[in-house]
């Protein structure tokens, strides 16, 4: 398994921009697939966007045009940036380490970072 820590959630105001992080304890050249996550208050955690080793990227319908996930292979890092932040966008973050799109118990996940959109 992969140790992740979760960075840069926060207090931002609708319509603004968020960039969150996560660390990889090792080399993420060989990780299949990571990911980020959130989840709300007696919600399910729900997919925001997924990339894999071959850089396949999805997104959550909700957050296209909206979110933009990256790797940087040379720092053991995925980022999410945030633009156009809305109030729904509100929720825990997690990132998530695994070999497959289907969450498994093998799985990595990180602490998980808040962000809240609100006036």
């Known amino acids: 398994q992969v140790q992740l820590v979760e960075s840069g959630g926060g207090l931002v105001q609708p319509g603004g921009s968020l960039r969150l992080s996560c660390l990889a304890s090792?080399?993420?050249?060989?990780?299949?697939?990571m990911g980020w996550y959130r989840q709300t208050p007696g919600k399910q955690r729900d997919v925001v966007a997924t990339?894999?080793?071959?850089?396949?990227?999805t997104y959550a319908e909700s957050v296209k045009g909206r979110f933009t996930i990256s790797r940087d292979v040379a720092k053991n890092t995925i980022h999410l940036q945030m633009d156009s932040l809305k109030p729904e966008d509100t929720a825990v973050y997690y990132c998530?380490?695994?070999?497959?799109?289907?969450?498994?118990?093998?799985?990595?996940w990180g602490q998980g970072t808040q962000v809240t959109v609100s006036s």
């Open positions: 990339i894999t080793s071959g850089s396949t990227i």
């Open positions: 090792r080399s993420i050249h060989s990780i299949m697939l």
């Open positions: 998530r380490a695994g070999s497959t799109y289907s969450i498994r118990p093998t799985d990595s």
